[in-house]
T-cell receptor, first 115, second 115 residues
Framework: DAGVIQSPRHEVTEMGQEVTLRCKPI?????LFWYRQTMMRGLELLIY????????DSGMPEDRFSAKMPNASFSTLKIQPSEPRDSAVYFC?????????????FGEGSRLTVL | AQSVAQPEDQVNVAEGNPLTVKCTYS??????LFWYVQYPNRGLQFLLK??????LVKGSYGFEAEFNKSQTSFHLKKPSALVSDSALYFC?????????????FGTGTRLQVFP
């Protein structure tokens, strides 16, 4: 398997623009997680899905952030409008069985810079 | 809420020497504890986990971790460090609070192994 695939790997945009990050989880995995990593705040869970259904979105910073999982092989994280403080590395991870197994498989991340 | 603490931002060790990366936890109930490693510009990779059983857990790349209930610790160890072990290490705990099931990560410890 190719692992978790994220795109784009790097995105530079201007404040106010819409940003869409994409994730393809490992086939057969039933959980998908979106994390954000910054120097100041470390690794934060934004939202996670189980069988394509959002379970916990309490980590989503505000209404500018939204995430969808229309099918088992694709998820998006959208920021509209983007702000400089959204600059971070966004990771998608998938697993079979969720946190109880603890073995999450991470993508290589999407580095977002908002100017 | 469940949490983990990594008291050291950075650990420096000479190649060939034993290494320890510290983690303490705060949970209600039985802890599910994990270690992950992040190499530069990469996503996190699972190293090992403790759910129940033997207090000494063995994982990938020769790493092991010792669960200590009385000290609420789960330190990562390796008998002989390699330069290639230099990376960012994260301790994590399973969080079952508020009807959710997710991994909460510590702030990370940067391990630097010198030749």
């Amino acid at each position: 398997d190719a692992g978790v695939i994220q795109s784009p790997r790097h995105e530079v945009t201007e404040m106010g623009q819409e940003v869409t990050l994409r994730c393809k989880p490992i086939s057969g995995h039933d959980y998908l997680f979106w994390y954000r990593q910054t120097m100041m705040r470390g690794l934060e869970l934004l939202i996670y899905f189980n069988n394509n259904v959002p379970i916990d979105d309490s980590g989503m910073p505000e209404d500018r952030f939204s995430a969808k999982m229309p099918n088992a092989s694709f998820s998006t994280l959208k920021i509209q409008p983007s702000e400089p403080r959204d600059s971070a590395v966004y990771f998608c991870a998938s697993s079979h069985g969720g946190a109880s197994t603890g073995e999450l498989f991470f993508g290589e991340g999407s580095r977002l810079t908002v100017l | 809420a469940q949490s983990v603490a990594q008291p050291e931002d950075q650990v420096n060790v000479a190649e060939g020497n034993p290494l320890t990366v510290k983690c303490t936890y705060s949970v209600s109930g039985n802890p599910y504890l994990f270690w992950y490693v992040q190499y530069p510009n990469r996503g996190l990779q699972f190293l090992l986990k403790y759910i129940t059983g033997d207090n000494l857990v063995k994982g990938s790349y020769g790493f092991e971790a010792e669960f200590n209930k009385s000290q609420t610790s789960f330190h990562l160890k390796k008998p002989s460090a390699l330069v290639s072990d230099s990376a960012l290490y994260f301790c994590a705990v399973r969080d079952l609070s508020y009807n959710t099931d997710k991994l909460i990560f510590g702030t990370g410890t940067r391990l630097q192994v010198f030749p």
